[in-house]
């Protein structure tokens, strides 16, 4: 079969659908000039052609020459607004129908609202008349024209020198193309309903004043005034887009121009913006919405990024048509009958990365292996390996690396918090620390024997963390008593008990060794080992530490119950008979009670024979001085745990809900941000102001309100020699390695992920700088008998969520971008500050109710846990197939292969529990380094192309990762590390326009 017949069955529509199609020329004519449209846009990808066009490889070389470019400066955004030819009252007039930033708005019948953005459903027809008009129309590439009056007329003198265009027809496009422009401005909510009742007062007869204004050469007050130029980010320009029918020509006018320097053109846009490109379309009337929908092309197209590169950089005709064509080759087409057209498409949440496209244009050249080969790298590399865990070979080379890193940034961690975000996230992580500080104090003192209580905590906390914001690495990370210290701290105290030894000081010995080995660490670079923490490992950490959370602030509103017990027994029909009364033995000092109460006036005593009780006695009273309660109302106690659950459940969920108002549509995009930044201390105020109005005595925050230990018998100093035997200071080396471990990998874990690329740190981390700076801590907490503090993994996440920036102007349709974290140092050391001062807040603080902060422990343990990847592969656990998510692992590893993954995973943070829970927390320390060596061990049964979706690849050795780079696999390898990285992004607060 020929090449001409092949083409016949690529045709698809009639001669006469097609605008280009005259009455001269015949069916067949016109079927070759289509047939042609389709072969040479598909010539680069087509089976009966390999060759690629010319213009195909200038586009591809175009677009990695500029690659290098392109990363110090970005093109401008485009605005594109779609202009049509009306006729009103015999009058022509231009009307703003479509506009696009990213999305497409259309006027909605009436034109007196914008639509929902949605995305572009073109028909494959208006493409290839679009590529057709481009073809056979005047390209004008670098025009240094200023007007647009200017424009046109150097368009038409063109058509003229080409004898395409003759004086009349020239006279009559100028006279359409500079007819009055109407624009859609959004109106205000103030605006639309007074609009709504002057129009009713007026009656139907009345009739709206146009808002028609001639073409001008400056912009309008209307376009300075434009609302909707906030939603354009800045740098933006204009796209032109003017197409309909006119009665006087016979043949289609069409025109490209792009600007030499992007100028304002008066009043021909929406929004006072310099335009770059223009794209006029006038023919004869036709059948169909033919010149609507070419419009619409051409601005989807001016959507399109690698068309945008295209047309900016395009010297000839050809290479604008190959820009279409590489656009048609990525086109994926619905089939008629199958869908609905008038269905808009919601904006997608992620929009692809158009790397994918460029890699298939560069394929082939030379620059596409080294980009091929960086993408296997990327996709089979390590997220962790950064400059600052290279392998230095000098003394101590890591942290003089990270000094030296850091050392620029140190006064920008201080003036980049002067933001209002940074007042919200100091008052919400200083009460989920001081609450951290309560209840590890509590906890940690009744397991030492007050040895180190609530003041201590309080005390260590502040002093160490603010010592650390001052000089880590990491500023962001908010150190703090921690669940798996807690566990080594009481074993500590009850071998100290056994065998009679003095606690603090064995715990001073303790800790020195523990500096020493932290320092070693150090010196030698261990941070390294780091890369070995893959997500497998850090999601168990996490989901560890989150379940704590959970644990603890559900076990303390259980043990309310034993404070506050329910009143099971409570009968309201028996209320009548509810009484207590305060009674006194014979024996009692009546007259010692009476001066005392009632200063011997008004007493209920009369004389030396007492009544038998005494109503106006407190309790307290009646017990201080020798009596007892009688009455079966005695033991009554209000309903203080009721309202403790309320509180407890309301403040968990509001914070929640609080959180997802972020994301809803109601008020504006700011307002909304304000709140959700501000969520948990408008919860906090809430309920306690629930709880004042209540009246019941909620158990309180209670912080101690002087410098003095918890236990007097302690002091402030440690003194090293005395208390032990002397053999005891080397002994104390054996549990020190244990503790080490345990602090090396709890503080690194959280290290790796705070640092992790997905957080968008521009600063740097310094895991050497923050370990050696727990090293000197150590010192410092042992000699003063404070409690251990290392990184507080779930407070952390926590501050680092409650920094996020995102874009604050984004185009309809378009989700803000994750900008990273605001990074500074002055959030947690006020908030240290603060932990500090808390000793002199005490008559403010004292009015928190405690469940409130139980509530909100609660809400952080769920948010860190609902973070990870393992929560979502749990539920895939109870969830049939044809119901799971579409999650992009699915996708690419077997089902069963997933559940594998998730089942080792879980029976790892069981296993971590058990040993926390029971006596052989002892070896707690050895287990978390054992979750490295299992995930090492589960290469031996599961492929790295299995382990790459679903987790982290290990370091291998040079061979090793040759042999990894050159296993097979798809086409789609060179994006996995882009989409994993997108699966493991940290929740944003988006903001929908």
């Known amino acids: 079969m020929k090449l001409e017949e092949n083409q016949a069955f690529l045709t698809f529509h009639?001669?006469?659908?097609?605008?280009?199609?005259?009455?001269?020329?015949?069916?067949?004519?016109?079927?070759?000039?289509?047939?042609?449209?389709?072969?040479?846009?598909?010539?680069?990808?087509?089976?009966?052609?390999?060759?690629?066009?010319?213009?195909?490889?200038?586009?591809?070389?175009?677009?990695?020459?500029?690659?290098?470019?392109?990363?110090?400066?970005?093109?401008?955004?485009?605005f594109t607004q779609l202009n049509e030819l009306f006729t009103v009252n015999e009058d022509m007039e231009w009307r703003e129908t479509a506009r696009w930033i990213r999305f497409e708005e259309k006027t909605e019948d009436g034109g007196e609202r914008w639509s929902k953005p949605h995305v572009t459903t073109l028909s494959l027809h208006s493409i290839f008349e679009l590529r057709t008009c481009i073809e056979k129309g005047t390209i004008l590439l670098d025009t240094k024209k200023g007007s647009f009056k200017e424009i046109i007329e150097t368009v038409m003198n063109r058509k003229i020198a080409n004898n395409t265009l003759n004086e009349d027809e020239k006279e009559r496009i100028m006279y359409t193309l500079l007819q009055k422009h109407v624009h859609q401005p959004k109106k205000s909510?103030?605006?639309?309903?007074?609009?709504?009742?002057?129009?009713?007062?007026?009656?139907?007869?009345?009739?709206?004043?146009?808002?028609?204004?001639?073409?001008?050469?400056?912009?309008?007050?209307?376009?300075?005034?434009?609302k909707f130029r906030k939603k354009i980010p800045d740098g933006t320009e204009a796209a032109n887009i003017l197409v309909g029918e006119v009665d006087f020509l016979n043949r289609p006018f069409t025109a490209f121009i792009r600007l030499k320097e992007a100028v304002l053109l008066g009043s021909l846009t929406e929004v006072a913006l310099p335009s770059r490109f223009v794209f006029i379309l006038l023919g004869p009337k036709v059948k169909m919405k033919a010149y609507h929908e070419i419009g619409r092309a051409m601005a989807t197209l001016f959507t399109d990024e690698l068309f945008q590169k295209i047309a900016h950089k395009a010297t000839d005709k050809e290479e604008l048509i190959a820009g279409i064509d590489e656009f048609l080759d990525e086109l994926t087409v619905l089939p008629p009958g199958k869908w609905d057209p008038t269905v808009r498409i919601q904006p997608p949440k992620f929009l692809p990365s158009p790397l994918k496209r460029k890699q298939m244009l560069?394929?082939?050249?030379?620059?596409?292996?080294?980009?091929?080969?960086?993408?296997?790298?990327?996709?089979?590399?390590?997220?962790?390996?950064?400059?600052?865990?290279?392998?230095?070979?000098?003394?101590?080379?890591?942290?003089?690396?990270?000094?030296?890193?850091?050392?620029?940034?140190?006064?920008?961690?201080?003036?980049?918090?002067?933001?209002?975000?940074?007042?919200?996230?100091?008052?919400?992580?200083?009460?989920?620390?001081?609450?951290?500080?309560?209840?590890?104090?509590?906890m940690l003192g009744d397991s030492t024997d007050n040895m180190q209580g609530v003041l201590e905590n309080f005390l260590g906390t502040a002093i160490c963390g603010g010592i650390f914001c001052l000089f880590a690495g990491q500023p962001l990370t908010i150190i703090s008593s921690t669940g798996p210290v807690l566990v080594f701290e009481r074993l500590l105290f009850n071998f100290s008990k056994d065998y009679n030894f003095s606690y603090l000081e064995f715990r001073l010995w303790i800790g020195l060794w523990v500096s020493f080995y932290c320092l070693i660490l150090v010196a030698t670079n261990a941070s390294y080992l780091v890369q070995y923490f893959t997500r497998f490992t850090e999601e168990c950490f996490c989901a560890l530490i989150s379940c704590i959370f959970i644990y603890d602030?559900?076990?303390?509103?259980?043990?309310?119950?034993?404070?506050?017990?329910?009143?099971?027994?409570?009968?309201?029909?028996?209320?009548?008979?509810?009484?207590?009364?305060?009674?006194f033995p014979e024996t009692a000092n009546y007259s010692l009670v009476n001066a005392t109460l009632y200063n011997n006036s008004d007493s209920c005593f009369n004389g030396d024979i007492?009544?038998?009780?005494?109503?106006?006695?407190?309790?307290?009273?009646?017990?201080?001085?020798?009596?007892?309660?009688?009455?079966?109302?005695?033991?009554?106690?209000?309903?203080?745990?009721?309202?403790?659950?309320?509180?407890?459940?309301?403040?968990?969920?509001?914070?929640?809900?609080?959180?997802?108002?972020?994301?809803?549509?109601?008020?504006?995009?700011?307002?909304?941000?304000?709140?959700?930044?501000?969520?948990?201390?408008?919860?906090?105020?809430?309920?306690?102001?629930?709880?004042?109005?209540?009246?019941?005595?909620?158990?309180?925050?209670?912080?101690?309100?002087?410098?003095?230990p918890t236990n007097p018998t302690r002091s402030w100093f440690v003194f090293p020699f005395g208390g032990n035997p002397w053999w005891v200071c080397l002994l104390s080396g054996v549990p020190a390695i244990l503790i080490t471990i345990l602090i090396f990998m709890d503080q690194q874990i959280t290290a790796v992920i705070l640092n992790r690329k997905e957080y968008k740190l521009k600063k740097g981390g310094?895991?050497?700088?923050?370990?050696?700076?727990?090293?000197?801590?150590?010192?410092?907490?042992?000699?003063?008998?404070?409690?251990?503090?290392?990184?507080?993994?779930?407070?952390?996440?926590?501050?680092?969520?409650?920094?996020?920036?995102?874009?604050?102007?984004?185009?309809?349709?378009?989700?803000?971008?994750?900008?990273?974290?605001?990074?500074?140092?002055?959030?947690?050391?006020?908030?240290?500050?603060?932990?500090?001062?808390?000793?002199?807040?005490?008559?403010?603080?004292?009015?928190?109710?405690?469940?409130?902060?139980?509530?909100?422990?609660?809400?952080?343990?769920?948010?860190?846990l609902g973070s990870i990847q393992f929560?979502?592969?749990?539920?895939?656990?109870?969830?049939?197939?044809?119901?799971?998510?579409?999650?992009?692992?699915?996708?690419?590893?077997?089902?069963?292969?997933?559940?594998?993954?998730?089942?080792?995973?879980?029976?790892?943070?069981?296993?971590?529990?058990?040993?926390?829970?029971?006596?052989?927390?002892?070896?707690?320390?050895?287990?978390?380094?054992?979750?490295?060596?299992?995930?090492?061990?589960?290469?031996?049964f599961m492929s790295l192309h299995d382990l790459s979706w679903l987790d982290d690849i290990l370091p291998q050795s040079d061979k090793k990762e040759k042999e990894a780079e050159n296993e097979e696999t798809d086409s789609s390898d060179s994006e996995i590390s882009e989409l994993k990285y997108q699966d493991k992004m940290p929740e944003i607060n988006i903001s929908v326009n």
């Open 14 to 78: 009639e001669s006469g659908s097609a605008i280009f199609d005259n009455g001269n020329c015949n069916r067949s004519e016109g079927l070759r000039s289509r047939n042609s449209i389709i072969i040479s846009q598909a010539a680069s990808r087509s089976i009966f052609s390999s060759k690629i066009s010319p213009a195909a490889e200038r586009v591809g070389f175009m677009l990695g020459e500029h690659d290098e470019e392109e990363k110090e400066e970005s093109l401008p955004r485009l």
């Open 189 to 226: 909510r103030r605006k639309t309903m007074t609009n709504m009742i002057t129009s009713s007062c007026r009656g139907k007869k009345a009739a709206e004043k146009s808002a028609v204004v001639e073409l001008s050469e400056t912009p309008l007050k209307e376009q300075l005034k434009n």
């Open 362 to 442: 560069l394929r082939g050249s030379s620059c596409n292996g080294s980009l091929h080969h960086h993408e296997e790298k990327l996709a089979h590399g390590h997220p962790h390996v950064s400059e600052e865990l290279k392998k230095t070979g000098k003394f101590f080379g890591g942290l003089i690396k990270d000094i030296k890193r850091k050392a620029p940034w140190y006064w920008s961690d201080f003036y980049d918090a002067l933001n209002i975000q940074c007042l919200s996230a100091i008052l919400f992580i200083y009460l989920a620390t001081i609450t951290n500080s309560i209840t590890f104090g509590g």
């Open 553 to 583: 602030a559900l076990k303390k509103m259980i043990n309310m119950t034993y404070q506050f017990p329910v009143n099971w027994d409570y009968n309201i029909n028996h209320v009548t008979q509810y009484n207590c009364k305060c009674v």
């Open 610 to 708: 007492p009544p038998l009780n005494c109503s106006e006695i407190s309790q307290s009273e009646c017990l201080e001085f020798g009596g007892h309660l009688e009455g079966n109302s005695c033991n009554y106690v209000p309903d203080i745990f009721l309202m403790s659950i309320i509180l407890f459940c309301g403040t968990f969920l509001f914070s929640m809900s609080l959180k997802k108002f972020q994301t809803s549509r109601y008020l504006s995009a700011s307002i909304r941000k304000l709140i959700g930044d501000f969520s948990v201390i408008l919860t906090i105020l809430f309920f306690c102001g629930v709880d004042f109005l209540c009246g019941l005595e909620t158990p309180k925050l209670i912080v101690p309100n002087e410098f003095k």
């Open 766 to 864: 310094g895991l050497h700088l923050d370990f050696f700076c727990i090293a000197i801590l150590f010192i410092v907490t042992s000699f003063m008998g404070l409690p251990w503090f290392v990184s507080a993994t779930v407070i952390s996440i926590a501050h680092m969520n409650s920094l996020k920036m995102e874009t604050t102007t984004s185009a309809p349709g378009e989700q803000p971008k994750f900008l990273g974290i605001r990074e500074q140092r002055v959030t947690g050391l006020v908030v240290f500050i603060l932990t500090g001062a808390s000793v002199f807040l005490s008559p403010v603080l004292k009015y928190i109710p405690m469940p409130v902060l139980y509530g909100i422990f609660l809400q952080m343990g769920v948010a860190a």
């Open 871 to 940: 929560t979502d592969r749990l539920h895939l656990l109870f969830i049939p197939p044809k119901y799971q998510p579409d999650l992009i692992y699915l996708r690419h590893v077997p089902l069963r292969r997933v559940h594998l993954f998730t089942v080792i995973q879980m029976l790892c943070l069981v296993i971590l529990w058990i040993l926390k829970s029971t006596i052989a927390a002892i070896i707690f320390p050895l287990m978390l380094l054992a979750l490295a060596v299992i995930r090492k061990a589960m290469e031996w």
